[in-house]
């Protein structure tokens, strides 16, 4: 691992000015994912900032009759929380979906969020790829892609980002609270958190340079049922094939896109009368393949037919 | 960088490079050769400590994210004179075969009892407003952060089986 300096936060404002004047700076949250990265020199760092003592770590009630969760709150403390288990049940059961018991008592609500894909070409520093050297290249494009996006991906990049927790979020329409670089407070959906990859898939977020994310905030919960559905290789610690978070009629897609899919025409064909079947399709039709990912597109169909009939019968609710 | 950890109750002060791992520091700096070294990746599990009371792979943490912290390793589960019952337990179930996996195996079971008596659901919980039912199935999910080569899992799960006790 490359050298580099450490410091503990201790005041928040002082940690955003560490990482914003800072090019080489990060913040270090569980690390469960940078750190890993940084063993294999793909993330380069010079200057760590520990974030895991700011007072980010309590999740509290809304006037909105929501949820406030502190970005340093562990998922495994998230996913048992007596109101998430109530009210979000979505939202547990797409955090202990994903990782090891180890994992999840480490990794953060925030650090989650800003994973890095598990796309094999990015880990793979023999190869080229544009995420970790902007114009080099894309081997995913005709390598081994079956993996890869069949939503919103580009020429440039192919990969999917592989949280199962961003798939319930966006489901329930979560927002994400952050402290700017200018000291300021700003809410944006966690829909609109992650980018999209065109020409430039190493910008994975619409946050600025040493911008922190402090917080998720939960609006109440739509109506209906909840259901989390994840297909994978293996039972159990495996990244996923696909996902589909459904909460009520909201549908959202995992490790189909560079950010979580929320499925809009899906949606709409709900809101219009469609079959589980007709919605389903509906979002589908935009689907494409690079050839090993094809087996997504039906995957994700059944996926979510099965997923919006449990909700539908009340899972969740 | 000066960090102080209370490892198996006893502070110990540290002078350590960043990027020293915790489980570098338990291992290389503390002589504590229990934990182990698998995949450095956080995979296999075998360098599975107790940080304040909750299980994490000791090889995706810097030590000095950890000053203050209580550690328990495998040596301050238990030793030879007062083998912890998880311990025993896998002695009595032939619970492994080389053995290299064990000490973080038996961390994982420490600290996984605790999560479910704290009715903390995994994927395999059905109900999750109901208080959780330690079933083998939930044993199995529970525990796959931890990989065995020699595929002792049978025996691993009739040991942990033997201090949770049965389901009611």
């Known amino acids: ?317 | 960088m000066k960090t102080t950890i209370t490892v198996n109750g006893q502070a110990r002060a540290l002078d350590l490079d960043p990027r020293t791992s915790l489980l570098d520091a338990l291992r290389e700096h503390l002589n504590l050769k229990g934990s182990k070294k698998g995949c450095d990746h956080g995979q296999c599990g075998a360098c599975t400590v107790l940080v304040n009371g909750e299980r994490i792979n000791a090889c995706l943490s810097l030590a000095v994210m950890h000053d203050g912290h209580e550690v328990t390793t495998i040596e301050g589960i238990g030793g030879e004179a007062n083998l912890h019952p998880m311990q025993q337990a896998f002695l009595e179930q032939d619970a492994f075969q080389c053995g290299y996996c064990t000490p973080g195996q038996i961390c994982s079971a420490v600290g996984m009892l605790k999560e479910a008596a704290d009715n903390w659901p995994s994927q395999a919980t059905e109900d999750l407003g109901a208080a959780i039912a330690l079933t083998d199935a939930e044993i199995r999910e529970r525990m796959s952060g931890n990989i065995c080569r020699c595929s002792a899992y049978p025996q691993i799960i009739a040991a942990i089986r033997d201090v949770a006790g049965e389901v009611a």
């Open chain 1, 1 to 317: 691992m490359r050298p580099f300096t450490y410091e503990r936060a201790t005041d928040l404002a002082a940690a955003v000015k560490a990482v914003a004047e800072n090019p080489g700076a990060r913040f270090l949250a569980g690390g469960t994912n940078l750190l890993d990265l940084m063993k294999l020199d793909i993330e380069q760092p010079t200057h760590l900032v520990d974030v895991n003592r700011l007072p980010l770590s309590a999740i509290e009630d809304t006037v909105e009759g929501g949820l406030r969760i502190g970005a340093m709150v562990t998922n495994s403390h998230l996913a048992a929380d007596a109101r998430v288990r109530a009210r979000y049940s979505v939202l547990t059961q797409s955090i202990v979906s994903g990782g090891s018991g180890q994992l999840r008592n480490k990794a953060t609500t925030g650090g989650n969020l800003l994973q890095r894909t598990r796309c094999a070409y990015f880990y793979d520093t023999s190869k080229p790829c544009n995420k970790r050297h902007p114009g080099s290249g894309c081997s995913a494009l005709e390598g081994l892609n079956r993996n890869s996006a069949i939503f919103g991906a580009s020429e440039a990049c192919i990969a999917t980002h592989p949280s199962d927790m961003a798939v319930a979020l966006t489901a329930l329409d979560a927002q994400v609270e952050t402290v700017t670089p200018q000291g300021a407070t700003r809410t944006l959906a966690v829909a609109d958190l992650h980018r999209l990859p065109g020409d430039t898939p190493h910008i994975e977020t619409n946050l600025a340079p040493g911008e922190l994310i402090a917080a998720v905030i939960l609006p109440p919960a739509a109506a209906g049922g909840q259901v989390y559905q994840k297909a994978r290789d293996r039972a159990s610690y495996a990244g996923g094939l696909a996902s589909v978070a459904v909460v009520g009629t909201k549908v959202a897609f995992g490790a189909v896109a560079h950010k979580p899919w929320r499925a809009e025409k899906a949606e709409a064909a709900l809101a219009a009368g469609a079959s589980a079947v007709e919605a389903a399709h509906a979002e589908l039709a935009g689907a494409r393949d690079n050839g090993k990912n094809g087996f997504k597109i039906a995957l994700v169909a059944r996926m979510t037919v099965a997923a919006l009939d449990e909700a539908k019968q009340g899972r969740g609710a």
